[in-house]
Every structure is written in C-alpha cells, then in structure tokens.
C-alpha cells in the first residue's frame, strides 16, 4: 500500500475512522472525569550510614546493601503494625466497618497492616544517596500527608527498637556473665592467697633468688673443700717420702734441726777420726747426733701428722658441705615447685581478673548501647497535605488517549477497507483488474474548473504505463 492509497481509504473511510477517534477521546475524558483522584504525601528521610573502608572503595560511597536494608524495614509488617497503631485505625468506625465487609478471614490488625501497606512506595532519591523519599498514595490528601509522617515516625521508632533490643537482651545476658566471671575471680583469689598462707610465701621470686644465690655459695664452697681435700689426700700418700714434702722442706724447725744434725755429724767425724770411737768426746758427739735425729723425726712426724690432720678434716668438711648443698639443692627444688604452684594460681588470677574485665567492658557498653535512644536517620521533611492529585494526570492521560484514539482509528479504516476493498486509484483497476486504464471520469459533483484540470492533466496508461499524451490537431 503506498501513500496515495492509503489517503484515498481515509478519504473514503474517514467517517468511520472520526467516530472511532471520537469515542476513543471520549473514553479518556470519562476516565479523567470518573477516576479516582490519588493524592500523594512524600516525607524525606536522610540516613547516617558510615560506610565501611572497603565498600567506600567499592561503591565509592554509601554501601548500597546499608540503604537497601533501611528500605526493607520500611517495608516491614513491624513498622506497618506501628503505624496502625500510632493512627490507631482499629478505633475508627469506618476502619471496621471496611473490614467487616471484606470478609477476608484476618484479624483486623492483620487486614490494617495490609491496607495502610498499599500506600507506601518508599525510594532512595538518587543513586549512591543517603536520603530516602517516604511517600504515601491515598484518595484522601490528608490522609496521605498523615500516614506518610507516621511511617516517618514508626521508622524512626522501629530503628531504634532494632537497635535497643538486643542491647537489652545482651545486658541482661552480660550482667549474669559478670556475676559468674566475678565469682570465678574471687575463687582463683582465695584459692592463692590460701596457698601463700599455707606456704608462707611472701615474695616467692626474692626468696628463691636468696636460697638460688645460697646454694651457688655452697656448690663454690664444696668444690674448693674438694679440691683441698684431694690436695691433703695427695700430699697424704707421699709421706711415705716426707723428706720430699713441701711441707716438710719448707718447715723452719725441721730446716734447723738438718742444719744442727749436719754440724753434728761433721763434728763427730773429725772428732772420730782424731780420738777414735772409744773417746768420750766422740761418744758425746754421737750421742748428740742421734739426739738431733730424733729431734728431727720427730719434727717431721709432727709435719706429716698436720698432713694427715689436714686431709682428714679436708675429708670431714667436704662431707659436711655436701651434705648442706644436697639439703640446699632439695629446699630450693621444693621452693620451686612452691613458686610454679602459686605462678599457676597467679595465672589463674589473671586470666579470671582478664576475663572479668572483659566481661564487665562489655557489659557497660551495651547497657549503655540499650539506654540509647537516639536514631540513625534524621527528618529533613515532613510530608504535607497535597493540594493537587499525583494521578491521574490529564496531560498524560489526553495524550494517551489522542495517540490510542488515533491508532485505532487509522487501523479501522484500514481494517474496513480490508473486508471491502474498492478501487481507489489507477494502480488499483490495473492491479486488481488487469486491465489498462484509459480514462478517469470525473465525479458528478467535482465542480467545472476541477473538470478542466483532471482533462488537462489525465494520463493515458496502458498495461501500466503511461502513454505519450496527444499531439494538436490528432483525435
């Protein structure tokens, strides 16, 4: 179909299509004029969500699951339920009375909760913000700015209950916690002071450091006596050689008894060999050399005697410290493990001491969390009685209607020329006839100058095509 056959239709059609368009346009200025009249109420809300590092990083803002989550309590039967309850719309005569009629098997808080429901369109007012628009559709204006500020107040509310009320569980939960944690603390408390009594402990590091320092004192002590005693036991087995001893050599009267016996036996020679043996200067000179021999034996017994003395005790000092250090080495084995008992208990302390603290740090701030009343969102708008309806909107709706009036009145034109097609143009008689088209005759009422175009401008079509027009003077 080209243009010119589908102008020739609506010229041929065109009352048909004016009547649907009528009735179109007439059918949008009833429903404008019948239709309910919805007014809308919107409350704006701004929300204080401090958004973590990385969904700063992520979103570049406001965690849109933070605002999402605010969104859905809005939406929520609590603060539905509340809103119900603060309009106290059970109350009201109508209210019942609507609900007695639906009959739809609710209680009448389960069918408000529901009804003031169907109002609500709650919406972030631009993406990535922290304000949200609380608005509120209802064929009463006031009504709508009304119930739209009590979602407002109930959101408020809810949140806060949101928040106050596991505080309040977790005090109650925290507060027995500190009772036992206490109780745990005085138990490990008494349990150690008990211990140090028992024990007599005072200051466990100081006097194991003291008994520590008094056994290092005693093992220092021990090994000398040892290695004295080892020394005198030496010395000891060589007195069989005492002339070769140290001692022996380095005493004053054994060297002076050697010098005299010397001197005497020198003497006693000389005198030996001048008188004779039998002479009594020599006897007396004998018998004073045997006289410092003995002398000098016995000196060197008494040396060799100290020898021994000396070892012997050498013998019973080791065996006296050893035995102090053994006694020492067992006391401070015993204050040891004393101390590692009461480090035990002490630990003990400390973790129920930590434990308490802990306990208690948390107990405090959620009891403080709990007296906590103030909301995370902040009004920035009440919502006020609209003064003019949301929908339906005329422009809108006249529009709607002239474009829908318009398309359905071109497509019954077309649609009545599809179940009764005419000829209405020359392509027409040759297309559907098959014939060429030699002439168009003038409609009756086509006035005279009209006549005389048409017979100057005609063509001349055969099979189609147009023919050369005539030449003057040819029939």
């Known amino acids: 179909m080209n243009l010119s056959h589908f102008l020739a239709v609506l010229r041929a059609r065109w009352l048909a299509a004016a009547v649907v368009f009528a009735v179109v346009v007439a059918a949008a200025a009833l429903y404008l004029v019948l239709a309910t009249r919805v007014y809308t109420a919107t409350a704006t809300l701004l929300i204080d969500v401090k958004p973590d590092p990385v969904s700063s990083m992520l979103y570049g803002g406001t965690n849109p699951a933070q605002i999402n989550t605010q969104l859905d309590i809005i939406h929520s039967d609590r603060v539905a339920q509340r809103v119900v309850q ?6 009201l005569a109508d209210m019942r009375a609507a609900w007695a009629s639906a009959k739809s098997g609710l209680t009448i808080q389960e069918w408000l909760t529901d009804f003031i429901e169907n109002g609500l369109d709650p919406k972030v ?22 119930a739209a500020n009590a979602y407002v107040q109930a959101y408020l509310e809810t949140s806060i209950e949101l928040r106050v009320d596991p505080a309040k569980q977790y005090t109650g939960f925290f507060t027995d916690q500190q009772k036992d944690a206490r109780d745990a603390l005085e138990a490990a408390q008494n349990k150690l002071s008990a211990f140090q009594k028992e024990k007599g402990i005072i200051g466990t590091d100081d006097k194991f ?3 520590m320092s008094r056994l290092t004192a005693l093992t ?27 001692e022996v050599l380095g005493n004053g009267t054994v060297n002076g008894l050697k010098a005299d016996l010397s001197s005497a036996e020198l003497k006693l020679q000389e005198l030996s060999s001048r008188y004779g043996d039998k002479h009594p200067q020599v006897q007396e000179a004998r018998a004073q050399v045997n006289e410092l021999k003995a002398k000098l034996s016995r000196a060197m017994g008494d040396v060799t005697g100290a020898i021994g003395v000396d070892a012997r005790v050498s013998h019973a000092r080791e065996a ?35 434990a308490y603290d802990l306990v208690y740090n948390r107990a405090s701030q959620t009891n403080l969390e709990s007296q906590n009343r103030q909301s995370n969102a902040t009004v920035i708008s009440q919502a006020t009685t609209p003064s003019s309806p949301s929908s339906p909107k005329v422009g809108s709706v006249l529009l709607m209607g002239i474009v829908a009036a318009l398309g359905l009145a071109l497509g019954t034109a077309l649609l009545l020329e599809q179940f009764d097609k005419r000829i209405r143009t020359n392509s ?29 401008i005609q063509d001349r079509v055969v099979s189609g095509r147009r023919l050369p027009a005539p030449e003057k003077g040819q029939a």
Do not use: C, H, W
């Open 320 to 354: 006296e410290i050893q035995a102090a250090v053994d006694a020492q080495r067992t006391k401070v084995l015993a204050l040891k493990e004393t101390r590692d008992q009461a480090t035990v208990l002490a630990r003990d302390v400390e973790n129920a001491q930590r």
């Open 220 to 246: 220092q002590e021990l090994v000398t006596i040892q290695t004295a005693r080892v020394d005198a036991s030496t010395r000891q087995g060589q007195i069989g050689t005492a002339s070769q001893l140290s």
């Open 125 to 146: 007012s631009a993406p990535g913000s922290n304000v949200i628009n609380i608005s509120y559709r209802s064929a009463d204006a006031r009504f709508a700015s009304t």
């Open 209 to 211: 450091d003291l008994e």
């Open 86 to 91: 603060n309009l106290k719309l059970a109350d």
């Open 428 to 456: 027409d008689a040759f297309d559907f006839l098959g014939l060429p088209v030699i002439g168009i005759m003038p409609s009756p009422t086509m006035n005279r100058r009209l006549k005389g175009q048409m017979a100057m």
